[in-house]
T-cell receptor, first 109, second 111 residues
Framework: QKEVEQDPGPLSVPEGAIVSLNCTYS??????FMWYRQYSRKGPELLMY????GNKEDGRFTAQVDKSSKYISLFIRDSQPSDSATYLC?????????FGKGTRLHILP | SQTIHQWPATLVQPVGSPLSLECTVE??????LYWYRQAAGRGLQLLFY??????ISSEVPQNLSASRPQDRQFILSSKKLLLSDSGFYLC??????????FGPGTRLTVT
């Protein structure tokens, strides 16, 4: 079983819709849970992080962590065409960050 | 502020040729440095990481190597490229347990 599993998509939704992106993981020792956004032909950039379980909100973005189910989610409200990108979930282990494969998201105008 | 540089941006190399990709970081000292490869369908694969000068850890056995000759310089090399080495190579530095800051990347095509 891979440490981090993420559906690669692509996921296409109309502008203004709520987007739900998810990852599962197997290592219960993970403590920080992150979401990175990567635009085409660019390096990933940190979007949000959560420590342990719970929710965190930042503008239109909400990150959720359920450690009992080993499941994390990113919700995007009022999605915009500029949100079209690949979203990678990530978790820390020692000095390293383990990334999911990323989900390609297309917001249709 | 911290800045990470990578060059070249794109590279086309024949099979069997050598490779040298360079990454430099500005605005921070003694950073953790990382080399990743991103290939279609395979996600972000950690290749090497370094916690200090001359300290390199390899994550995946392959024909690539890395070196850290200076505190803020990280080099990825190969003596003979394979077709399977094609991909998007990203350098990153670690800002903490949840942060990594990525460079602009090098798109390598091995022909």
């Amino acid at each position: 079983q891979k440490e981090v599993e993420q559906d690669p998509g692509p996921l296409s939704v109309p502008e203004g819709a709520i987007v739900s992106l998810n990852c599962t993981y197997s290592n219960s020792a993970f403590q920080y849970f992150m979401w990175y956004r990567q635009y085409s032909r660019k390096g990933p950039e940190l979007l949000m992080y959560t420590y342990s379980s719970g929710n965190k909100e930042d503008g239109r973005f909400t990150a959720q962590v359920d450690k009992s189910s080993k499941y994390i989610s990113l919700f995007i409200r009022d999605s915009q065409p500029s949100d079209s990108a690949t979203y990678l979930c990530a978790m820390n282990r020692d000095d390293k960050i383990i990334f999911g494969k990323g989900t390609r998201l297309h917001i249709l105008p | 502020s911290q800045t990470i540089h990578q060059w070249p941006a794109t590279l086309v190399q024949p099979v069997g040729s050598p490779l040298s990709l360079e990454c430099t970081v500005e605005g921070t000292s003694n950073p953790n440095l990382y080399w990743y490869r991103q290939a279609a369908g395979r996600g972000l694969q950690l290749l090497f990481y370094s916690v200090g000068i001359g300290q390199i850890s390899s994550e995946v056995p392959q024909n690539l190597s890395a070196s850290r000759p200076q505190d803020r310089q990280f080099i990825l090399s190969s003596k003979k490229l394979l077709l399977s080495d094609s991909g998007f190579y990203l350098c990153a530095w670690g800002g903490g347990t949840y942060e990594q800051y990525f460079g602009p990347g090098t798109r390598l095509t091995v022909t």
